[in-house]
């Protein structure tokens, strides 16, 4: 079982930055690839970013350059640095652990809106 904790939302002004974190507990969070998603109102949710356990990164195409995901094991924390935000970047932004033949994990969400 792994719980999924995110924080760091908020309102930003446009061409500003947020910082999200996600921690992980119960599980042998090192062998989880660890993603975030994002789902803005009346729309999908779709893939913002993934790194694996081997700490390889995957972006979407409108997010490569603007952020960044890392992890720090130690810690058992996910973080998504967000720059260069824009009014569509307006979401609520999830963590997600996936690890082969286990039952992916979601957290609860954190808001991030974009707006002046």
């Known amino acids: 079982q792994v719980q999924l904790v995110e924080t760091g939302g908020g309102l930003v002004q446009p061409g500003g930055s947020l910082r999200l974190s996600c921690v992980a507990t119960?599980?042998?969070?090192?062998?989880?690839?660890m993603g975030w998603y994002r789902q803005a109102p009346g729309k999908q949710r779709e893939l913002v970013a993934t790194?694996?356990?081997?700490?390889?990164?995957n972006y979407a195409d409108s997010m490569k350059g603007r952020f960044t995901i890392s992890r720090d094991n130690a810690k058992n924390t996910v973080y998504l640095q967000m720059n260069s935000l824009e009014p569509e970047d307006t979401a609520v932004y999830y963590c997600n652990a996936f690890r082969i033949n286990r039952q992916p994990y979601w957290g609860q969400g954190t808001q991030v809106t974009v707006s002046s």
């Open positions: 119960g599980s042998i969070f090192r062998l989880y690839t």
């Open positions: 790194i694996t356990a081997g700490d390889s990164t």
